[in-house]
Structure formats: C-alpha cells, structure tokens
C-alpha cells in the first residue's frame, strides 16, 4: 500500500491540481475538517476526488457555485436527480410551504396520495406502488417482492449493473465480476444473485437454462451506469420474452431513467412492460425519496388483508420516512412540470447538441476518444490501447461491458480537474446527465472548456 503522505506529495507536483488548488482553498480547509468526520472526508463514493472535492454552497437551474464564488456548468446533476435543474422555483416554494406545515407526520397525508397517482398516470405499468427513502430501498424490496411472490431464491443480474449497495447489488458492478463477494457481504448472499454478461443473448438463455430457482431479473434499461456500458435494446426485449416464458419477474431499475429518458421512464422509450420498476431522483424532485412499482399481484406481498386471504405472513415494510410530505409534495410537483413542459425531450435535444460539439472538439484537436451516449446523457470513452479513430463513429456495443469499464483512473482525474479549473463539474468519469435548464450559452461554455482542460493535459505531459 502506498505511503498517504507520498502519494499526497507527488500528486501536488502535477500543474492542473496546482491550478485547481489556487483556486479552491476555500473547500481545500472544508475538505480538511471532513477528513477528521467522515472516512475519506467524504458522505457518498462518488464524490471521492484528490486532492479533494469542491464544496459547493448554492446552485440554480444549470449552474453551481462553490465556496469559493467559482461558478460551475453542473452535469453531475444530483446523482441524476436535477431534470428540471437546481432550486426550480415552483418545486422549492412547494416544497417550503408544505415542511412549514410538519416534515414528518407519523401519519396518512394527502400528497402521498398524489404522488402515487403522479406516477401512475406516466408509468402504465404501475398498477401499486410503496414509498421508500432512497433507490437502494426500492431495489431491496423489488428482490423481496418477486422472491415472496416466486418463491425461488436466486436473482439475475447483470456485470456493470448499477442497483444501489445492498448486499445482493454490490458486487460485479465494478469489480467481483467473477460473482465473489464484496467486502463486508456473506458469500451465501452473492452465490444468490447470478452475474451474466449483457448483450449476449446466448449466454443469457444458458445460465435461464441452468437454473430454475430465478425469482427475478434486475436490469438498468439503458445500459450499466446509465447507459456508460451501453445495453443493446434487443436484448432488453429478448430478456423480457425469456423471462416471461420461465416465470422470472422482471424488475427495471428506474432510478436514474425514470421520468428522464421519457416521462414513463426507458419502459415507454423502448416499449417493454416489467413486472416490477424501481424510482428514485426525478421521482422526488431533488429530494429524498424512492419507491417500487407494478404488477398488483406481485406487489400484494406488502398488503396486510391479501396475506390474511392466503393466510401468510406479508412482508414487514416500515420506514420513518416513507412518503416524506415534504418529498411527496416536491415530486408531485416535479412530475407534473416534466410531464406538461416536455421537460425530457428538452434535455435529450441538448444533450446530443452537447455530444456532438465535445466530439468535435476531440476531432479538431486530434485526441483519439470519444463521447458517446443516448437521451440527457453523455458518457466519456478513453483506453490508451483503444484509439479512436473518429468520435462520431465510436459505437459503444463494440466492447463488452467489463472492458468498457477499463478506464484509465488518473488520467480521467486529471481531465475533471482540469474541467473544475475551466468552471464544469463532470461526473467521476467525466461524463454527466443533462437537465432542461441547460441552454446553448452552457454548451458553448463547456466545449471551451474542454478545449482548455485538453490543452492543459498536453502542456502537462498528460496526453499526446
């Protein structure tokens, strides 16, 4: 293991984080507080950078800006949270004016009511709903559901598939693709959630074939990450036939998709109907919040009089802040804006506006990747062995999911400094989610930057 005060020393010897401290000092002493509070100094992994991240202290629509007064071109997006953009004014007066009313009721309120219905009406699939805290929640109980309902122990997974850290999701996201256990989880645990290679419609009947003990199948429709190991559409629906003939329940992890690749999520963009859907983000308008979603049979599992009819235990759901009102009133609202204002088609337009001029930029300055993506997203791929030969052809199916996620960590860090020096904050591989609020002027701006930060890795040595 590397000495901490070495690796310190030499990383301060490259001139972009030089740059980047000259301009941050502010959050380089906050940052120096949280390494006494947190582990890391840090309150979620992807917010792990060296020397340290910004801290930010106010944001609006597109933009951020940290304590410091740099302003930033935001495309981390809260996690994916932000279709309508930071503070939007109707969901934060909402908001407000219902946690001055009570922010935890112990009780039935009328806008969980609403919120349910919100979803419905855009996710025909969602014939019952419950409220979690959080993605991770909703994707738990999705598994509890199909296994209650099935019967079987096992689930299916994909390598890459992101689905919250739970311990049936932790491992072969990005490491433990040989279906070992993470750190921290029993083996009995992971030995119940298969791995199977995504794309390969031939290796996904073998392993439906080897098994028969499968309660479910759990996918991001877009591909792992969102789309960052992109998944054929295809085979989305191959896997749904496949399913359905076995009895497998099929469970869309929603939680960055839903209400932002479409308003009734990549089940509507694509037109395939899971059994289950999992909600988070977009789902609460920035806040805390999440939920499971579907078949009314398969969701009876957490109902208290249809467990009595099959005289059978349900399935035990507390949670002290299930259909939060503050939540449920800020997602009520958020839903109807996106719904109404085309909120999703915006985004995605400027989106592939955006992929289009940062491959242009590659192109003109002859740097051998390329950016790829589909709806309000855009992914960055960069492998030193891997040239690309022209951005705009790059088809990201060319490469299995596991090799896509070869990525080359200090270069890619390099590159966000840069891009936080130049006033964007790109996601941890430097790609990110686009809301509505991000205009013409927030691409020009971006592509400039990326112009610079490029320039800045050539003078540093970084890049050819």
């Known amino acids: 293991m590397a000495d901490p005060v070495v690796t310190q020393t030499a990383l301060s010897n490259s001139p972009i984080e030089a740059a980047f401290r000259e301009r941050t000092p502010g959050s380089a002493e906050l940052a120096a507080e949280a390494r006494t509070l947190f582990p890391s100094g840090i309150t979620h992994d992807a917010r792990h950078l060296k020397p340290y991240g910004i801290y930010v202290e106010r944001a609006a629509g597109p933009r951020k800006w940290d304590v410091d007064g740099n302003e930033y071109v935001d495309y981390f997006g809260g996690h994916g949270a932000l279709l309508l953009g930071h503070a939007h004014p109707e969901v934060t007066r909402v908001a407000a004016e219902v946690m001055a009313q009570g922010t935890q009721f112990g009780a039935n309120h009328p806008w969980e009511l609403r919120w349910a219905e919100a979803v419905m009406k855009l996710v025909p699939s969602v014939e019952r709903i419950r409220f979690t805290s959080s993605g991770t929640e909703a994707t738990h109980m999705a598994l509890r559901l199909a296994r209650d309902f099935t019967g079987r122990p096992k689930v299916l997974r994909f390598r890459t598939h992101f689905h919250g850290w739970h311990d049936h999701m932790t491992h072969g996201v990005a490491s433990q693709f040989d279906g070992s256990a993470a750190p921290g989880v029993l083996a009995g645990v992971a030995e ?13 009947r073998a392993v439906l074939d080897a098994h028969d003990d499968i309660a479910a199948a759990i996918v991001e429709p877009t591909g792992g990450s969102t789309g960052y190991t992109a998944l054929d559409p295809d085979f989305l629906r191959a896997l749904r036939e496949e399913t359905a003939k076995r009895g497998i329940l099929l469970v869309f992890d929603e939680v960055v998709t839903g209400f932002r690749v479409a308003p009734g999520g990549a089940q509507e963009a694509f037109g395939v109907r899971p059994d289950l ?43 002290t802040f299930n259909a939060n009102p503050v939540s449920a009133a800020a997602g009520t609202t958020a839903l109807r804006i996106l719904a109404e204002t085309g909120a999703c088609d915006k ?19 002859r740097v051998p990747w390329a950016f790829y993506g589909n709806f309000s997203l855009f992914h960055l791929f960069v492998q030193a062995d891997r040239p690309v030969a022209d951005p705009f052809a790059f088809d990201p199916l060319s490469l299995s999911a596991t ?43 971006t592509a400039a930057a990326f112009a610079e930060a490029l320039a800045m890795l050539r003078r540093a040595g970084d890049i050819a």
Not at 429 to 440: N, V, W
């Open 192 to 204: 119940n959630a298969l791995l199977a290679d995504p794309n390969d419609f031939v290796g996904l």
């Open 277 to 319: 859907s999992t909600f988070a983000k977009i789902l609460a308008g920035g806040l805390p919040g999440g939920a499971v979603g579907g078949r009314r049979d398969v969701m009876d599992g957490l109902d208290f009089d249809a467990a009595e009819a099959r005289k059978r235990d349900k399935i035990g759901h507390p949670g």
């Open 347 to 365: 985004a995605s337009a400027t989106a592939a506006a955006l992929r289009e001029r940062l491959n242009g930029v590659l192109k003109d300055r």
């Open 403 to 445: 090799r896509m996620k070869d990525r080359p960590k200090e270069l890619i860090r390099r590159l966000r400094l840069a891009m936080l020096v130049n006033g964007v904050d790109l996601n941890p591989m430097c790609g990110g989610l686009l809301s509505a609020t991000h205009t013409e002027a927030d691409i020009d701006a």
